[in-house]
């Protein structure tokens, strides 16, 4: 079998060993590894901060480690890179930082497998979903590690259920993107969400029930500044220099509207790596100027923000989302610079396609929405998803996009 590396898996390469290299200048080889079981034996629902949990090296070692080998899945596979593969290996470092580690991942996976299997198809046909699935790895450590059973049973009961929630996932995956049209971009959190607050409905029915949870580190704003702008300004660099020396084109991917499936390294390869940095910068400036934390999670939020400048984000679609969710911190209960509405504000993002397509007045109005839904969904799946905010973008572009389309002619998709 011959095996063919792409560019674009190179240059995603380069970017993940630079995560493990800064963990190993951080801290020593005995600190990642103590810190890295730390991540592996504790519960990761939301919200799980890897860098508080196990440690700077740890979370950084961990992250690196699990993109990497998604990465060789991917080549092994013989999958060619396009948008929707670069915003998954992204999805996948970002949540590495809070909620995805090195051992919980791989039932779900294997549960899509089977699937692909029983359905007779290659896997390569699920491979996406198989690393976007991962959104419910939470599942197999919470029940293994939570107490509720022995130590052998709660692996087990933990092993059994992520494989059965990967192995359903794929077709729900599937039909939830008719629900919303496109207009979230989360779509397997929207559908895991779903499935997560069936499973956990289940748990609850037998007195099994998840305390809330909030772990999360400050004070390292400085040095991950300083580390996050190095990685998207080379990933600009990168770009520029693969896009023979140029940002021409550039402007052709900010006039899309992003729905699903909007695939910018399809359509314009090189310059969707220019795009990725130029709104991990925007948005790594934008966390520090609202005096939050860069920590595991925003760190997460900023590279799922980056991982979908190649598949349906830019400036122009995202930035309605934002100014609408800070239009609702005058209004509610949480402050902006408190990790629900830092997360919220990032993770709104989800819902560009409805600025991008209706105007920026709709963006504006989904944004405020989702703020306000997304503070209550995660009662609903106890934590399990970690794409909440996918849960709660489906909600609203099932709610406002038929709303939009009654008072004004739907426009050209």
């Not at 004070?219 to 998207?232: Q, T």
């Not at 052709?252 to 729905?259: A, E, L, P, V, W």
């Amino acid at each position: 079998m011959k095996i063919k590396i792409y560019p674009a898996y190179y240059v995603c390469m380069f970017i993940f060993t630079s995560l493990i290299i800064f963990g190993f200048l951080i801290d020593s080889p005995k600190e990642i590894f103590n810190g890295i079981l730390e991540i592996i034996l504790n519960s990761d629902i939301l919200i799980t901060d890897y860098v508080e949990l196990g440690g700077i090296g740890a979370a950084f070692v961990n992250a690196g480690l699990l993109s990497l080998i998604c990465i060789f899945i991917l080549i092994y596979v013989g999958i060619k890179p396009n948008g929707s593969t670069l915003m998954a290996l992204w999805l996948m470092a970002g949540f590495a930082f809070f909620g995805k580690n090195l051992l919980n991942v791989w039932p779900v996976m294997i549960g899509v497998w089977l699937y692909s299997k029983v359905q007779k198809e290659p896997f390569l046909n699920y491979t996406l979903i198989a690393l976007l699935g991962t959104t419910l790895s939470p599942t197999v450590s919470q029940l293994s590690f939570i107490g509720q059973f022995s130590i052998l049973g709660g692996i087990l009961i933990g092993i059994i259920i992520g494989i059965a929630v990967g192995f359903i996932l794929p077709p729900l995956g599937a039909y939830c993107i008719k629900l919303h049209q496109g207009y979230n971009l989360y779509n397997i959190g929207f559908a895991a969400g779903l499935l997560a607050t069936m499973v956990m409905s289940v748990f609850r029915a037998f007195g099994i029930n998840f305390d809330k949870r909030l772990i999360w580190n400050t004070g390292n704003n400085k040095v991950f500044f300083i580390l996050l702008i190095f990685l998207f300004i080379s990933l600009i660099i990168i770009g520029f220099i693969l896009n023979n020396r140029s940002f021409k084109g550039i402007e052709k991917i900010f006039k899309h509207s992003g729905r699903l499936v909007s695939d910018y390294y399809l359509l314009y390869e090189n310059l969707a790596f220019i795009n990725m940095g130029i709104l991990g910068i925007i948005f790594t400036i934008f966390v520090v100027l609202v005096k939050g934390d860069l920590n595991g999670p925003t760190i997460g939020a900023i590279f799922t923000i980056a991982g979908f400048g190649a598949f349906g984000k830019h400036p122009f679609n995202v930035a309605p989302l934002i100014i609408g969710a800070l239009l609702s911190t005058f209004l509610n209960i949480w402050t902006i610079d408190s990790p629900q509405m830092i997360l919220s504000c990032l993770f709104s993002t989800a819902l560009a396609p409805i600025a991008g397509q209706y105007g920026w007045p709709y963006g504006i109005i989904a944004g405020f929405l989702h703020v306000c839904t997304v503070m209550n969904t995660s009662y609903l799946h106890g934590g399990l998803n970690l794409y909440n905010n996918g849960l709660a973008a489906g909600l609203v572009a099932i709610l406002l996009v038929p709303i939009i389309n009654a008072f004004r002619k739907e426009p050209t998709a």
